[in-house]
């Protein structure tokens, strides 16, 4: 059903909801970007609509709401310990269509993988019901068109953002009731259908060319270029990596806690094991990891989708302008070159 | 909602010195692992490490650390009365029920016979189990050597080559174990045979070449891996090779899938 609602009526929902849901946004926060006098756009509560950018993507995706940079899995104190809480309340999440189709992968790690749901993640998935924010132009970084991840349906409700109001779209009929004094209009989300990058992403036919390209000198280009900061997996829709770390609190030396912090592939440190022993050594190697997981290794894993969803945030936040759409044409380049020099 | 990360706190009932760096660690448990599993320990204020079970029983689980890290510097000061906190087991172990009736060939390289030790005893106390059992094992030096009481007893029903890489001692050969996988008796094995190799990742490589070379094709040689794991459940990310979690599909991988499995 679709209703037409102003920002003043929307924040009288907002209202009647904010007892039984946290309501997470994009949302701006002047100055606080990386350079001077830039913004940041990230996901943080809010009680207010016009407290919610609509107008640009936000620099880093939602699956911080479920699966924060940091979180407490244990408090110990003493010889006892017990679980963290998670909040009581439930969440309503406003989502681009990326973001939610960014929520496939993150459950299939999370939830799936190995057979082992991590519970976690799994008491703030369950709680989660999305807002689908319309998204027909896109950026000149994104590129979900060519991922497949331009379109969702699996919303709670879908909103257009207008001047001053929000057209919505209600599936969910448990939140009918609020807009029963909303005036009823015709309206179905609409979704891009051509980005200004289109990717085709290559295909490996099997392990002895996968071997190859690992050793591809296209990598190497990234010894220089990469500085291993982990700003891409940190902006990534999809990536799920995390450290587990126990603290003692300075304090008091008999408390401390065990927590999850996310981790990334790229920076130095991610594969080393006691006694010293490490993988991958240098940014080439670790590029090539990264690239590799999210247009083959996945893919071989789950068999569904890239570990992509074509948001662009890793391009968008890369400080030494590093293209994801540009490395993977170079992988489809050597790739073919290993092919054709396969089969002379 | 089970928690897949909860450990439980276990009661150390035994510490064995091995060697200079390696204690043998005796926990109370009911769990019972797979020969070839591991599970992840963990010190609470200090953290977790994934470790590789060298032999269990009724009631009980032993773990052979080496003391190279935060978590196991801090077990190292733990005694008999303390507690440890478990989770696992974890990951596929050795496939035992493939070497039933065979020739089979453990080559292991210094800490590396730890989780093929319970195998081992296994195989001793069965004598009927395989055909025969071939053990290459190595160490740095006098110094590294662990289950020291086992290597003796293990002389009796297994065909023997001890080294250590660079020292002289009596009994013992010297050199890599790599120099010692052209004197196993392949001949007399026909077709019917498996290999283990387990070491740090150098030495699997080049053993690996040494036992193509005496003609052991890829599919009878069978590799535990060891990766960063922090969760051991497969969210963590750490050990993934490819599309291969190794705290899932590993840490044992038969050679065919282990060559191809470039970090």
Known sequence: MGYKVSFEEVNKIFDQLQGEYEIWAPKRFAGKGRYSDTDIIKYDKVSKVEEIEFKEKSDYPAKEVLSPITQSLFYFTEDEFRESKATSKKLLIFMRPCDINAQHHQEKIYLENGGYADMYYQRMNEKVKIVMIECTEGWDTCFCVSMGSNKADDYAIAVRAGEGELTVDVKDEAFAPLFKEAAGVDFKPEFIEKNEIELTIPEIPNKEVLTKLKSHPMWNEYNKRCISCGSCTVACSTCTCFNTTDVIYNENTNVGERKRTTASCQIEGFTDMAGGHVFRRTAAERMRYKVLHKFHDYKARFKDFHMCVGCGRCTSRCPEFISITATVNKMAKAIDEIIAEESK | ?263
Not at chain 2, 207 to 213: F, L, S, V
Request: with cysteine; aromatic share 12%; proline share 5%.
């Open chain 2, 1 to 263: 909602m089970n928690n897949i990360v909860k450990p439980v706190p276990c009661k150390i009932l035994e510490v064995k010195k091995e060697s200079k760096l390696e204690y043998t660690f005796k926990v109370e448990s009911d769990i019972k692992p797979a020969h070839g599993q591991f599970l992840q320990l963990s010190i609470p204020k200090i953290g977790e490490a994934p470790i590789s079970v060298s032999a269990y029983g009724d009631g009980w689980i032993d773990f052979t650390i080496r003391s190279v890290g935060k978590v196991t510097d801090e077990i190292f000061t733990k005694g008999p009365g303390d507690v440890l906190f478990l989770r696992g087991a974890y990951g596929k172990g050795w496939p035992v029920e493939k070497f039933e009736g065979k020739h089979v060939v453990v080559i292991t390289g210094g800490t590396g016979l730890a989780p093929v030790r319970s195998m081992l005893n296994k195989f001793y106390d069965e004598p009927d189990y395989t055909k025969s059992v071939t053990l290459i094992t190595g160490f740095k030096n006098e110094e590294g050597i662990v289950f020291k009481n086992e290597l003796e007893k293990w002389k009796d029903r297994f065909t023997t080559f001890y080294t250590l890489d660079a020292e002289k001692k009596e009994g013992w050969n010297t050199g890599f174990v790599t120099e010692f996988v052209s004197k196993v008796d392949w001949a007399s094995f026909g077709d019917n045979y498996e290999v283990v190799i387990v070491g740090p990742p150098p030495m699997m490589k080049f053993t690996g070449i040494e036992c193509g070379k005496c003609g052991v094709p890829d599919e009878k040689i069978w590799v535990s891996y060891e990766r960063r794991m922090s969760c051991a459940v497969g969210k963590c990310g750490h050990c993934r090779i490819d599309e291969v979690y190794v705290c899932l599909e590993g840490p044992v991988f038969n050679y065919t899938q282990a060559k191809y499995l470039v970090d």
